[in-house]
């Protein structure tokens, strides 16, 4: 059962579960009905990406046929997408209905954008590095001072002002910050206060220093939102218009909304939506060394920098807002890095596998990461 038939699926659900059409109750996944999954290769379209099928790109049918029974049955909850591009050919692409963000149930197709979430920090780096390419950005040795002349009394006489751009790159600041403790709708919750604050970096800038920059890792949405003001002095462009001229543009991303906070800051630290197919041309340009077709669109020197360790903690590798990944596969250590982001949202990349694999979906709670047992029980099994 290809797209088209997981959407006729899908439509089936809604009716069973409404009784009626009249679209008040939205059903569960429960009202589901299980069924089992027929292999269709990918459509080409237009969007630059070549496709195959997955026996002839080294992947095994049944292996896939599996994985993607256990989407349908509800083994794995509430994903919206699971794509794979092996060889540099999409070989899997498809998506299912299931409950977004806000509550709402959407029949989901390769042409609806998604939330990426904090996916969108990897694309940021990016185009830090494509800022640095152009000379824009001399360098991540930079003090961030030096781009942010309109936050100068913050940085005047404080420890703020040995902060460079490779420490928010790697989220290690030394500033407080604190977006995991707390609901996405309390105030208390970093991220929340900013988002909702009148000057987004300001807010972010101002909070305590808790160690001196370069020495500790902690995860800073507020890091990857001064980052876009920088390229944005920088460049003068808001990221989402140098995204659009310099990194959306080569690779043929035609449709996408990049929420802005309430001052019309870009969030770029999780405000991106995209289509999945999208997320994988990005994942393939990192594979390929930055190259997409015939046009270096940020420099291979960029890629390798990006997905080296700069940070670590506890069960955490990090490198410019890249999480780094190892694997075992046929019993050796497989090294790859993701872009990671809240509710299950991921680009797998694995150079020595020539493997990308993307997955949307919304899982706020501790089945966000299902993703990750998906690649390791089934994509890297399926592989020969």
């Known amino acids: 059962m290809g797209r088209r038939a997981l959407q006729l699926l899908a439509a089936s659900a809604v009716l069973a579960a409404t009784g009626a059409c009249d679209g008040e109750r939205q059903p569960s996944e429960s009202s589901q009905p299980s069924t089992s999954y027929t292999y269709d290769v990918p459509e080409r379209t237009d969007d630059g990406l070549a496709t195959g099928h997955l026996s002839d790109h080294g992947l095994d049918l049944q292996r896939i046929t599996q994985l993607i029974d256990g989407t349908l049955d509800g083994t794995y909850v509430n994903i919206h997408s699971v794509l794979i591009v092996r060889h540099g050919v999409l070989v899997l692409d498809e998506y299912f209905p299931g409950r977004d963000y806000d509550g709402s149930y959407t029949v989901w197709d390769r042409d609806i954008l998604h939330t990426l979430q904090s996916v969108t920090k990897s694309y940021n780096s990016a185009l830090v590095g494509i800022a640095i390419d152009q000379g824009r950005i001399e360098s991540v040795d930079d003090k961030i001072s030096t781009y942010l002349p309109e936050y100068a009394d913050i940085f005047e006489g404080s420890e703020r002002d040995s902060i460079r751009i490779e420490h928010l790159l790697a989220m290690t600041a030394g500033l407080y910050w604190d977006e995991w403790t707390y609901p996405n709708d309390d105030i208390r919750n970093t991220n929340v206060a900013m988002a909702r ?70 969030h770029t630290g999780g405000g991106l939506w995209l289509r999945p197919r999208d997320m994988a041309k990005f994942g393939l340009l990192f594979l390929n060394g930055g190259r997409w077709g015939d046009e270096q669109v940020v420099s291979e020197a960029w890629v390798n920098e990006s997905v080296q360790p700069h940070a670590q903690a506890p069960g955490v590798r990090y490198g410019y807002q890249w999480w780094l990944d190892a694997y075992r596969f046929s019993g050796q250590r497989i090294d790859g890095y993701s872009a990671r982001g809240r509710g299950g949202q991921y680009i797998f990349v694995l150079p020595d596998l020539d493997l990308v694999a993307v997955f949307t979906g919304w899982n706020d709670n501790e089945v966000a990461a299902q993703a990750h047992e998906m690649l390791r029980d089934y994509v890297l099994l399926a592989l020969r």
């Not at 920088?230 to 996408?256: K, M, R, S």
Request: hydrophobic share 35%.
């Open 197 to 266: 604050s009148p000057d987004p970096v300001r807010y972010a800038l101002e909070l305590p220093v808790l160690a001196p920059p370069g020495t500790t890792f902690r995860y800073n949405s507020g890091m990857a939102i001064t980052l876009g003001r920088i390229v944005h002095n920088a460049t003068g462009l808001e990221p989402d218009e140098f995204a659009e001229q310099y990194l959306f543009g080569p690779l043929g991303i035609t449709d996408y909304y990049w929420y802005r906070c309430s001052d019309g800051t870009v």
